[in-house]
């Protein structure tokens, strides 16, 4: 087990805004993720940022009423964030990253989360990872951009809504399953994004943006609860998602009947506003930090 312990007294009151993470120890600061972020203050007035050195983070990582908070990794293929899991028929209730969150800015940039058991092997810095569970799960609203997500089972537990920017996801299952009960539930993606999705309640809003997909089967979503499910609230909508990784073209004509491919000019409007990062996170306005 290890134990981060850190002097918060200056700290917290802001003479400090970034703490280094380094896993072997190297850092003057903490060595573990979830050590930084429990030194993070609650609504700070600047954003304090956690700066993550390359290496291999065995965590699984949990926070709450934690605003204006910026997880940097040193690099993307570098920093790894993960945990080990042992086979079972049953995906996991362990998640690798979860936060409960209002109307929170959290920023995730440069990272690998890696759920499940993972090897690097020596030549290429390919990533394969065996396991289940839900690497990510978030409560609230998010920003993530930059960021390499690797997972099976859901991979993404989404509660909130999520706007992806330039990222990766890839997964042998679903790459998302969206829960919402109350009309604020929404995963958006855009700009070389890879995956699919698997959403499965009302008020669920999954919406691809120039995302380029491989290996996904042609219908693309579900499966879907039948009638009389209440699919007016259920938004699976994709522009510009032809391509694979390849650049060839791929299939989109036998996609679920209740999903969407959005054209211009016909539906200008609504790709504008889930381009936009305030819309879909319902007004909160992320301070994107190089």
Known sequence: MRMDILDKSSRSRGRCQQV????????????????????APINPSNWPTILVMDGAYGELVYFQYKTKVLIRGQSQNGTRLGYAQPPKPLPTTRFLFQGRLGRAAL?????QLLPGTGRVPPDDGMRVVNGSGDAVTTYGTAYI??????????????????????????????????????????????????GGVLPWWPYSEVVMINTRTQGIAPVGWGPIQGPPYPDQHLHLWEYNNSMDLDGRPIDTSQRLNITQQLTLPQNASIIEAYTDSVNVLGGWAPVVLS
Not at 107 to 111: S, Y
């Open 20 to 39: 280094v993470v380094a896993a072997d120890g190297s850092a003057a600061d903490l060595n573990t993720v979830q050590g930084a972020l429990d030194w």
């Open 107 to 111: 920023q995730l940039q440069h990272h």
């Open 145 to 194: 951009r930059d960021t390499t997500l690797y997972g099976d089972g859901d991979t993404i537990l989404g509660y909130g809504s999520v706007f992806w920017e330039n990222c990766t996801i890839s997964t042998g299952s679903a790459v998302s399953t969206i829960l919402g009960r109350d009309g604020n539930n929404t995963f958006v993606r855009l700009l070389s994004n890879l």
